[in-house]
């Protein structure tokens, strides 16, 4: 039993997740690596969210101290429950 769906319509209205392009120099790359390293996170998009976050807390004039903390012992036990070992 399928279901039949015309092409080109939605059938999804809401967006359950919004995505966009970033092109980033060497310098930001460069600097991307760094904190990729610093967050001990290997992946791009959730170190530009956690950065995002963390930016913010510093905006609002939030102590980014016990976030920064808590990202960073979060990630390094995501590392080691999935075998990622790129960042000792």
């Given amino acids: 039993m399928s279901i039949d769906q015309e092409p080109f319509k939605r059938y999804h209205e ?3 997740q919004d995505s966009f392009t970033v092109k980033i120099s060497p310098e930001y790359r460069k600097m991307l690596e760094d904190m990729k ?3 001990q996170q290997p992946k791009d998009s ?3 969210k956690q950065l995002a976050e963390l ?3 510093v905006l609002l004039g939030e102590n980014p101290t016990p976030k ?3 990202v960073i012992v979060n990630n390094i036990r995501k590392n080691k429950r999935t075998g990622i070992i790129d960042y000792d």
């Fill in 68 to 70: 920064a903390i808590s």
């Fill in 14 to 16: 809401e967006k359950k």
């Fill in 37 to 39: 390293y610093r967050l």
């Fill in 55 to 57: 930016g913010a807390k």
């Fill in 46 to 48: 959730t170190a530009l």
